[in-house]
């Protein structure tokens, strides 16, 4: 069965035609890297499907349930949806042991300590146990995404939804986060992840979409589509890229 | 005519700027809390409040606060509503206050990235709640010093009080001036007491500001 699904989704800003039907279907255990140019509607996509942002034709469901922007949805769509974002958005007050435990005992009610034994088990799975009480400032950009991702995994999320995780980093901290990414992929963790780290697509991912002007223009199982490209587009996309 | 000595002026002057503070508090505090309710106001997405905001903005800050003060003690008398002078001075205060603050407190809170809201919202956590754990703590910290520097701006906004016949600082001057007709002297150390009260607020706001800064 399919975890999220998209049917015939048209997205507008304005005037501007952003998604264009896009029909795409992710199962569970799935690694799913959507590549692209700037501008073709990658992060629209992903925002749809957590309800950060209103599609006004067709529709998604996310395990079987529709995702609208509604306020009340967009709480329940977050059990079962993580979000990871370019600049990781960590909260900068809080510890990072803060930022892993508050949803858990705010959203899901737990207890201070199981909620503390969930953060710290997250954390010791991106490789951060020692940084529970440091704050986000303190810590390098990898490690802030490692955070990030703790944080969200603390939820226990059915699908993980990542937008150019590695971009704001320098080159030698890409490595570090991405090596957790393959990890979760390996625990078998839902993935869908917008990314110009090509190895990794080919390498970790299980499938490829390519995105070219707000429609998917071609997908694929990663190997294959991106050694062997039918589209002129993508061809150029990954000849540019590479 | 009274012989007033200067121990007697200055003991007079004292004894006003008590009320000065008082009402320099009290529109202070009533400021503050309708400033808190009507930010809370603004940040919902309903348009309808966050028009009546913008209104009650305009209208406040548009206009000077002796109207204010006027049309609080003489058009509610008008009215028919009985009104102290103390009583207007507080409510055309708080008014005022309230219409800065609203401003103030959006800046600061707009500082702030969108995508503390959108993580917050991803992790499932409500509007309130993003409020309360998220946007507030972060809010405060940026908007103390400005908050504090405002304050100023009330404290001296207490002076108009004194033209619909509250007693505070600026009228108790006014009145030892008529009694001595010593006006340098008199309004010199009227000056000297609120600056007396301002400028440690302002050190203040400028230290706050600094300490801000370097923990960023
Ligand atoms: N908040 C927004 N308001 C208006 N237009 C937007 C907004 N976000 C994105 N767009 C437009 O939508 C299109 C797709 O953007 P985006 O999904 O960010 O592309 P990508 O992530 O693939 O670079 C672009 O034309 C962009 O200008
Ligand atoms: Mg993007």
């Known amino acids: 069965m399919s975890l999220v699904n998209l049917h015939q989704v048209h997205k507008y800003y304005g005037d501007n035609h952003v998604l264009k039907g896009i029909d795409l279907d992710i199962k569970a255990g799935e690694v799913v890297s959507i590549i692209g140019k700037s501008g073709s509607g990658k992060s629209t996509l992903l925002r749809c499907i957590n309800g950060l942002e209103q599609y006004q034709e067709g529709g998604i469901t996310v395990d079987g349930k529709e995702v609208t922007t509604e306020d009340i949805q967009v709480r329940r769509l977050a059990l079962s949806v993580g979000m990871i974002f370019q600049n990781f958005n960590l909260f900068p007050h809080m510890t990072v042991g803060e930022n892993v435990m508050l949803a858990p005992t705010i959203v899901l009610k737990k207890s201070k300590a199981e909620a503390e034994t969930t953060a710290r088990a997250m954390l010791e799975k991106v490789g951060l146990a020692d940084k529970f009480d440091s704050f986000p400032e303190k810590l390098s950009g990898g490690q802030q995404q490692r955070v990030a991702i703790a944080r969200a995994l603390a939820m226990s999320p059915k699908v993980l939804l990542c937008d150019e995780i590695t971009s704001a980093l320098d080159p030698e901290l890409v490595g570090e986060v991405l090596k957790v990414l393959e990890q979760l992929a390996k625990e078998g963790i839902t993935l869908v992840l917008v990314t110009h780290e090509m190895n990794f697509a080919r390498d970790v991912g299980s499938r490829v979409v390519f995105m070219h002007q707000g429609k998917v223009w071609e997908q694929g199982d990663s190997k294959t589509l991106l050694s062997n490209p039918q589209t002129d587009e993508l061809k150029q996309f990954i000849g540019a890229v590479l | ?216």
């Open chain 2, 1 to 216: 005519m009274i012989e007033f000595s200067n121990y007697d002026i200055l003991r007079n002057l004292m004894f006003a700027t008590q009320w000065t503070i008082l009402l320099s508090l009290a529109a202070f505090i009533g400021g503050t809390t309708v400033a808190l309710t009507l930010t809370a106001m603004r940040l919902t997405r309903n348009p309808a409040m966050q028009r009546i905001v913008r209104v009650y903005v305009e209208l406040f800050q548009g206009t000077p606060l002796l109207m204010q003060m006027f049309l609080c003690f003489f058009g509610l008398s008008m009215l028919g509503y009985e009104i102290s002078a103390w009583g207007a001075a507080i409510l055309s205060l708080t008014l005022f206050t309230s219409a800065f603050l609203v401003e103030i407190w959006r800046g600061c809170i707009d500082t702030l990235p969108k995508g503390q809201w959108e993580a917050s919202r991803c992790l499932g956590l409500s509007f309130l709640q993003t409020l309360r754990h998220i946007i507030l703590p972060q809010a405060i910290r940026v908007a103390t010093a400005p908050t504090v520097g405002f304050s100023v701006q009330v404290i001296k906004g207490t002076a108009l009080a004194s033209v619909i016949g509250f007693v505070e600082l600026t009228k108790v001057g006014t009145m030892l001036n008529n009694a001595t007709f010593e006006p340098f002297k008199i309004f010199t150390l009227v000056a000297l007491i609120y600056f007396m009260l301002c400028y440690p607020l302002s050190l203040y706001s400028k230290h706050l500001e600094k300490k801000f800064n370097v923990s960023r």
